[in-house]
């Protein structure tokens, strides 16, 4: 066996650190890298963001205030607070908050003559209702929570049962369709359908449901209408109160008219700024090796 040395030549790919971050940046959409330099920026102490400066945003801003507004504006759309003579209308007067379902089960609540306690524990059983209308829990488990009674307890949990929206207040579907129906007798043939029949309506075995109630394929195809009309989720129609993302364009793209052509164009008017903070770089640019700046390197 003979050794030797010799010189070969090879082209290999190095996945540094920077180019893995560099791959991973690349795959992220505006939103996600926004949302990823925050968290860098909570991570890396020396980085700081700043917003971008809109020079069009601030002409139009300026444009704006030079324009009669009493032209775009007729005066029936005017809010109450804005009268006919006044020039200038502050975009407040026009901005209208969406109430959620607790501002509106609280604002009933508000109405009742009721006692501290009673206010206290109608509060925290409001609290407990979800978006949709349903209580997230029992009455039993949230009662170690009221601080009161089971007496005062159930009164509470039955008025705002009966609050509107109809069926708000439920602890299942069951209850909350029931909820619904409540002026209805106890054995009225719909009260009967939702306590026991939801599933065979959900097969829609009505031929089946006639025969064991003893009435006729009329009468269920009527209950059935009528169950059919109630809302199982009494909540839906509120806002949430919640903040609806939306969508950031990444690149746009434009045919040219003049030849068969298209034209990409990168949306950087969204990307905020990304630089040192100016105590960390002043740092960086002393001479001597001190404890901090051997921070602000490994940073």
């Known amino acids: 066996m003979n050794y030797k040395l010799s010189i070969e030549q090879q082209q290999k790919l190095i996945m540094t650190q920077e180019l893995r971050q560099s791959i991973e940046i690349l795959q992220l959409n505006t939103l ?10 909570l991570d890396n102490p020396c980085l700081e963001m700043d917003c ?38 502050s975009f407040l007067d026009f901005y209208k908050e969406e109430k959620t379902l607790k501002d509106f089960l609280m604002e009933q609540l508000s109405y009742l003559n009721l006692t501290r306690q009673e206010l206290f524990v109608g509060t925290i059983l409001i609290e407990n209702i979800n978006d949709c209308g349903y209580f997230k829990e029992p009455l039993e488990q949230m009662l170690p929570f009221l601080q009161t009674d089971i007496f005062i307890a159930k009164k509470m949990f039955d008025i705002i049962r009966s609050f509107e929206p109809k069926g708000v207040g439920g602890v299942d579907l069951k209850d909350c369709l029931l909820l619904q129906v409540a002026d209805l007798s106890e054995k009225h043939l719909v009260k009967r359908m939702i306590r026991t029949r939801l599933s065979d309506i959900a097969d829609n075995h009505l031929e089946q449901i006639a025969k064991e109630e003893k009435v006729s394929l009329k009468d269920v195809v009527e209950a059935v209408e009528r169950i059919k009309a109630l809302n199982p989720l009494p909540g839906s129609s509120f806002s949430s109160g919640k903040t609806v993302p939306y969508v950031l364009i990444d690149a746009e793209i434009i045919k040219k008219d003049t030849e068969d052509a298209f034209e990409v164009n990168m949306n950087e008017t969204s990307l905020p700024r990304l630089y040192i903070n100016n105590n960390y770089e002043n740092i960086l640019a002393q001479e001597e090796d001190s404890e901090a700046k051997r921070y602000v390197k490994k940073s």
């Open 52 to 89: 971008v400066e809109y020079e069009e945003l601030s002409k139009s801003e300026e444009m704006a205030d030079e324009k009669d507004w009493e032209r775009f504006i007729n005066d029936s759309a005017l809010p109450a607070n804005c009268s006919q003579e006044s020039s200038e209308y």
């Open 32 to 41: 996600e890298l926004i949302e990823y330099l925050n968290q860098q920026i």
